[in-house]
C-alpha cells in the first residue's frame, strides 16, 4: 500500500509566507539600525530670554525602554499585515499561472481550439501564455492534418481491397467459369493486389522520412542522381518522355535512402505527370556554401494556389485521378526528407507547363544538423 504523502502547502500560501517574511524582516532590520541608534540621541533644546544670545542645554532623547516597548508592539501589528500583504501579492502573481492550468485541464485532442488569451502586460507568465497559445495552434494543426490522413489512407487502402473482393466474389459466382476466365481473374488480383502493395510501400516511406534523419554519411548528390536516372530511362522512353541531365559533382551529408528516395519520387513525379513528347531535365550544381538539386519537367499547367497543396499527403491535381498516376504521396515523401535534412524546398510552375523544383541541401561531407 503507497503511505499517504503529507498534504502540500499551495504556492500561493509558500510565495505569501516568503514576501511576508520578507516585509517582516525589513521592520526589523529598521528596528535594529534607525530606531535604536535614535535613543541615544540627546534632543537640544533652546534656554534662555529671547534677546540675548541662544544658550541650550540638552536632556535626555527618547528612553530605550519606551522604544523597544514601541517597537515591539509595532513588529506585533506588522505580522497580519505582512501575511495579508503577501497573500494579496502572491495571489496577483499567479492569476495568469492559475488562467494556464485551468485552460490546460479543459484542453484536450479533441478540444485544442481553446486558448489561454491572457493579453498584457507583458511579463514572463504571459509570455509563456503567448508560446503555449502557439504551441495549442501547431497540436491543433498536427491532429487535423493526422485525422485527414487517417481517413485518406483508409479510403486509399480499402478501395483496392473492396475491387479484389468483388472480383473473387465475381469469379466464385460464376458456375460455367473455365481455367481462362479464372486465370483473368487472377492476373486482376495480382494488379490488385500490386496497387496495394505499392500503396503500403509509399506509406512507410513517407512514415520513414517523416521519423527524420537517424545517420549522416558523406555522399556525392551527383552520384545518386545518376543512379536513379539509370532506372528511370526504360520508364521514361516508354512514356515517350527525354530525360536528360547536367549533373556536377556536389559533396552533401544526410541519409543515403531518405535521399535516393526523395530524388526518385521527384523524377518519378516529373515522368507520371507529364505529356507525350515532354521532357524532364535534372541539375546538380553547387553554389557557395549549399548544393541544388533541380528537376524541371512539362507537363499540365499548375495554378500557383495549388502548388503547396500538392505537398500534402493524397492531394493530386486532379481529384479523379487512379492508382496508376500515383496516390498522391510522391512529393509528400519528397518534402519529408526535406526537413529531415534540414534542406530548403523551393517550387515554382511554369507558365507553359509543368513544375520546376529545388532542394538545397548544405554543401560538405560532415552532418549538418541542430
Not at 501589528?77 to 490546460?104: D, E, K, Q, S
Amino acid at each position: 500500500m503507497t503511505p499517504k504523502q503529507p498534504a502540500r502547502r499551495s504556492l500561493q500560501t509558500r510565495l505569501a509566507l516568503a514576501y511576508a517574511a520578507g516585509i517582516y524582516a525589513a521592520g526589523v532590520l529598521v528596528v535594529l539600525f534607525v530606531a535604536v541608534p535614535l535613543a541615544s540621541v540627546q534632543a537640544t533644546t533652546p534656554k534662555g530670554h529671547p534677546s540675548s544670545s541662544a544658550i541650550t542645554e540638552t536632556g535626555p532623547g527618547i528612553g530605550l525602554p519606551q522604544l523597544l516597548a514601541g517597537s515591539a508592539v509595532a513588529l506585533v501589528i506588522l505580522i497580519p499585515v505582512a501575511l495579508a500583504l503577501g497573500w494579496f501579492v502572491a495571489g496577483r502573481f499567479l492569476r495568469p499561472l492559475r488562467a494556464i492550468t485551468a485552460t490546460a485541464q479543459i484542453i484536450s485532442a479533441g478540444n485544442l481550439h481553446q486558448r489561454l488569451g491572457l493579453g498584457e502586460p507583458g511579463d514572463e507568465l504571459t509570455e509563456l501564455g503567448h508560446i503555449l497559445d502557439d504551441l495549442f495552434a501547431r497540436l491543433q494543426a498536427s491532429f487535423d492534418a493526422q485525422r485527414h490522413f487517417i481517413a485518406n489512407a483508409s479510403h486509399e487502402l480499402r478501395t483496392p481491397l473492396a475491387g479484389l473482393r468483388t472480383l473473387l466474389e465475381v469469379a466464385l459466382a460464376d458456375p460455367d467459369a473455365d481455367a481462362d476466365a479464372l486465370r483473368a481473374a487472377c492476373q486482376e488480383a495480382l494488379a490488385l493486389g500490386g496497387h496495394q502493395e505499392r500503396l503500403v510501400q509509399a506509406l512507410l516511406a513517407l512514415a520513414t522520412s517523416e521519423r527524420g534523419v537517424t545517420r549522416w554519411d558523406a555522399l556525392d548528390l551527383a552520384h545518386v542522381v545518376e543512379g536513379v536516372l539509370a532506372s528511370r530511362r526504360d520508364r521514361a522512353t516508354e512514356a515517350g518522355i527525354d530525360l536528360t541531365e547536367h549533373l556536377t559533382p556536389a559533396m552533401t551529408a544526410g541519409d543515403p535512402r531518405l535521399i535516393e528516395s526523395l530524388v526518385a519520387n521527384l523524377i518519378d513525379n516529373a515522368v507520371r505527370h507529364n505529356h507525350l513528347g515532354g521532357h524532364v531535365h535534372v541539375t546538380v550544381r553547387t553554389s557557395g556554401t549549399q548544393v541544388a538539386l533541380t528537376v524541371t519537367n512539362s507537363g499540365p499547367v499548375i495554378p500557383d494556389d495549388q502548388i503547396q497543396r500538392l505537398f500534402q499527403p493524397f492531394q493530386k491535381l486532379a481529384p479523379d485521378r487512379h492508382g496508376r498516376d500515383g496516390y498522391g504521396l510522391g512529393l509528400a515523401i519528397v518534402n519529408a526528407v526535406t526537413q529531415a535534412h534540414h534542406a530548403i524546398l523551393t517550387t515554382s510552375a511554369r507558365p507553359e507547363g509543368g513544375l520546376s523544383i529545388t532542394v538545397w541541401f548544405a554543401h560538405g561531407s560532415h552532418p549538418h544538423h541542430p
